[in-house]
Nanobody, 126 residues
Framework: QVQLVESGGGLVQAGSSVRLSCAAS????????MGWFRQAPGKEREFVAA????????SYADSVKGRFTISRDDIKNTSYLEMNSLKPEDTGVYFC???????????????????WGQGTQVSVSS
């Protein structure tokens, strides 16, 4: 199976930028998608962005479209989430996740992902 480790979180001011990384190790062959989710205190985990690993096609939540960019380096088996123009409502624990299951479209539901990282905290102050 695959192991995922996120990094790059921290405390930043509104309007600033942060880049998160998700490094995959182990069984990385046939990772079809890499997704990023976030969870704020007292709220459900929500979809942020996802990428189809082989094709590089992407999907974004409306709340981050135009501000966040997901990418991947298939040599390093690492996904990146570049977050710009951060807002206090972007605060939360950010998780990356992957699945070996190929689907008709890029999955946006957490239940569609089988392997998860431990998460990294992003806190945006106003």
């Amino acid at each position: 199976q695959v192991q995922l480790v996120e990094s790059g979180g921290g405390l930043v001011q509104a309007g600033s930028s942060v880049r998160l990384s998700c490094a995959a190790s182990g069984r990385t062959v046939n990772m079809y998608y890499m997704g990023w989710f976030r969870q704020a205190p007292g709220k459900e985990r929500e979809f942020v962005a996802a990428i189809k690993w082989s094709a590089g096609s992407t999907s974004y939540a409306d709340s981050v479209k135009g501000r966040f960019t997901i990418s991947r380096d298939d040599i390093k088996n690492t996904s990146y989430l570049e977050m710009n123009s951060l807002k206090p409502e972007d605060t939360g624990v950010y998780f990356c996740a992957t699945t070996y299951t190929l689907r008709p479209t890029i999955p946006r539901r957490a239940i569609s992902y089988d392997y998860w990282g431990q998460g990294t905290q992003v806190s945006v102050s106003s």
